[in-house]
């Protein structure tokens, strides 16, 4: 098994167990939605530093607008969203970097670059978020071969499964061991035993001290590795007044 997490622990600022308080996540009062139909209003929740928590509830109810609140790339229309301290409700676009150095995202359609082998979509956000980072490349194998394609690390998106895609969406959110896990559906897409070897990665990095947050309808994942659930109920569409 390669060693990324012990590599990891030699990078400075990355790797180290989290002791600080960092690593916490809350949304106050946040209000948000798309055009006139709000998701949430006045939802208030908080996920303390190096907790594994799930978001459960049906489709449609939101779990995905949530982690995309906590990544930057939706705006509340009101309240606060704190991510490892950091006020993302306030953050300017441009600034949403300052997010994606501790923040590990897997997203529940995959994007990956199609024009990317799965070796350079694990590279290219790996360097972008640690630009002083030496070898990324090696970083970016050790997390694939984590995720079992260490034979699939030159073919594009396109040459893959659904499933193996989704790994390597995960390899990228993992490979710089983020403060922050934000998986969607990480599982969704793939067959028990990988789902399982998913599930451990994501129990070492929350074991590191990573805080882990994962919107999950895997029956199977939720008995088999238990945690506090974040449950939303489905919200008849609102219009804002
Ligand atoms: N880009 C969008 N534009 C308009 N409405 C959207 C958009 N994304 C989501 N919605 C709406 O917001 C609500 C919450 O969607 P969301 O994707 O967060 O649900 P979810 O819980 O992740 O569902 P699923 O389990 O199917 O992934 C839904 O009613 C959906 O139609
Ligand atoms: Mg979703």
Not at 45 to 63: E, N
Request: with cysteine; charged share 15%.
């Amino acid at each position: 098994m390669p060693d990324l997490f012990g590599r990891l622990a030699s990078f400075a600022g990355v790797g180290k167990p989290v002791t600080d308080g960092r690593g916490a996540v809350s949304l106050h009062n946040v209000t948000v939605g798309y055009g006139g139909n709000l998701v949430f209003s006045h939802f208030s929740v908080d996920v303390d530093p190096g907790q594994f928590v799930y978001i459960v509830g049906p489709s449609g109810s939101g779990k995905t607008t949530l982690l995309t609140l906590l990544q930057g790339s939706l705006r509340p229309q009101s309240g606060k969203v704190m991510v490892d301290g950091i006020p993302v409700h306030s953050l300017h676009r441009w600034q949403t970097g300052v997010i994606r150095r501790r923040v590990g995202c897997v997203f529940q359609s995959y994007e990956l670059l199609g024009h990317l082998t799965a070796l350079q979509n694990v590279v290219l956000p790996l360097q972008l978020a640690h630009p002083r980072i030496r070898n990324p490349r090696a970083y970016a194998t050790d997390a694939l071969e984590l995720v079992g394609l260490g034979d699939k690390v030159d073919e594009l998106p396109d040459r893959l499964s659904g499933g193996q895609q989704q790994r390597v969406a995960v390899a990228r959110a993992i490979a710089h061991q983020p403060r922050i896990l934000l998986a969607d559906e990480p599982t969704g897409n793939v067959d028990g035993p990988t789902s399982g070897g998913i599930m451990e990665l994501f129990a070492e990095l929350n074991g590191m001290g990573s805080t882990v947050i994962m919107a999950t309808h895997d029956e199977w994942v939720l008995s088999r590795y238990p945690a506090p659930t974040i449950r939303l109920e489905p919200v008849p569409m609102r219009v804002a007044s």
